[in-house]
């Protein structure tokens, strides 16, 4: 939904607390392809342990800047789920999620805006991009804008991000504003 509950509310959309009741079912899960969408703690690490972060892959950790610097082990709204250590994976490009969206109006920004942002930054469709945040919500985000909106071929989400990684002994961590 472009534009989420902000957008919703703004354009005067019914809401309701009424709780929705659904007839039971049977459901069968059909085999679904994480590998394509999904990124692994070990394979990012493998990537950054061998080089291959800032040239044939590309990882974008999409939290703000005082998280990837390692100002702040958490956001201020989620105060008790800090990490170990405070920083980011290296040579990941700090991108927050926020940037892609319009702050009035909640809605994507128009697609020519959102390929300057990101081809401004070095992140090209020849690439492959993980893109990673705390827990893997504001990560999906900006998969979405990569994937769907800009059609980018080789986009992953690093679902486990800076909770797993911040998290784990001995983890390779960058603080400051560089990659």
Sequence with gaps: MDGGRTAWAKEGRPTT?????????????????WGSRRAYLWEVFNKVVHGEVGRNVLLIDV???AE???EITAPPEYANEQTQVGGHIPGAVNIPWGQAVDPQTGKFKPIDELKRLYEGAGVT?????????RIGERAAHTWFVLKHLLKYPAVRVYDGSWAEGGNLVGAPVKKGDQP
């Excluded at 469709?125 to 945040?133: L, N, V």
């Design 68 to 70: 990837y610097k390692g």
């Design 125 to 133: 469709p020849d690439k492959e991009i993980i893109t990673y945040c």
């Design 63 to 65: 939290r703000s800047p």
């Design 17 to 33: 607390r009424e709780k929705p009741a659904f007839p039971k079912t049977q459901y069968r899960v059909k085999r679904v392809d």
